[in-house]
């Protein structure tokens, strides 16, 4: 899949499930579970043991899921997760050499960002997406609608305390995406296998995105 296709599913879909648990078998059950419940995209972040093989068995099983890795905080993991068929490249701050290796690989690529000076950096450094972390700290909702009034045309993916109660404000915010962890994925629905929680939260989710997307482009 090429860096446009997964730019626009991404946009598309509108959600970025985090997968950030304590061993291989519950990341593989939690991304397999979501991309069941309709969301065909995930992020297996670095701190999950073996994330790279994680990585390269969930793209070889399901190959029209998207899946990124996330927490990249240097080159040399960033490659490691391009070799294991990583399609995004996402951390939890700017680490510029992680964006211009992206660029230059033409792979997807949303480093986390919080201040409008950070912001402007990963977007003239050719970030495809700025993610807004950790946002439910800085004011939700309502700073990501401040970030968007000077700066339109950046996509800002909401991460760090999106909820179901707080999803739908951060789309009608302004937000082009949601990245969601444990709301999605709990833990307890993880640890005892309840594959049905995750899948009527990832329908739940899809459903707010969905309507929140419709009653932005009514007004």
Same mark, same amino acid.
């Given at each position: 899949m090429k860096k446009e296709e997964v730019h626009a599913r991404i946009e598309q879909v509108g959600i970025i499930p985090a997968v950030r +648990?304590?061993?291989?078998?519950?990341?593989?059950?939690?991304a397999e579970t979501v991309n069941r419940g309709g969301i065909p995209i995930v992020e297996i972040t670095m701190t999950v043991p073996e994330a790279p093989k994680v990585i390269t068995g969930l793209t070889s099983n399901?190959? &029209?899921? @998207? #899946? /990124? *890795?996330?927490? #990249?905080?240097? @080159?040399?993991?960033?490659?490691?997760?391009?070799?294991?068929? $990583?399609k995004f490249l996402t951390s939890p701050g700017l680490i510029l050499e992680v964006v211009e290796f992206a660029v230059k690989n033409d792979v997807v690529v949303f480093p986390g960002a919080l201040t409008p000076t950070e912001v402007i950096t990963a977007w003239k450094? /050719? *970030?495809?997406? +700025?993610? %807004?972390f950790p946002c439910a700290s800085v004011g939700g909702?309502?700073? %990501?609608? *401040?970030?968007? &009034?000077?700066?339109?045309?950046v996509p800002l993916i909401a991460s760090g305390g999106v909820n179901q109660?707080?999803? =739908?404000?951060? %789309?009608?915010? /302004?937000? &082009? $995406? =949601?990245? @969601? /962890?444990?709301?999605l994925i709990p833990k307890e629905a993880l640890?005892?296998?309840?594959?049905?929680? @995750?899948?009527? =939260? *990832?329908?739940?989710?899809?459903r707010i995105v969905k309507e929140a997307r419709s009653h932005r482009s009514s007004q």
């Open positions: +648990v304590s061993s291989a078998g519950d990341a593989q059950f939690a399901s190959p &029209a899921m @998207i #899946v /990124g *890795a996330g927490t #990249v905080l240097d @080159i040399e993991t960033a490659r490691r997760c391009l070799d294991a068929g $990583a450094a /050719g *970030a495809d997406f +700025v993610k %807004i909702d309502s700073y %990501i609608r *401040a970030l968007k &009034a000077p700066l339109p045309q109660q707080t999803a =739908l404000k951060f %789309i009608l915010a /302004g937000a &082009a $995406a =949601l990245g @969601i /962890g444990g709301e640890q005892n296998r309840k594959e049905d929680r @995750i899948l009527e =939260l *990832a329908r739940r989710f899809t």
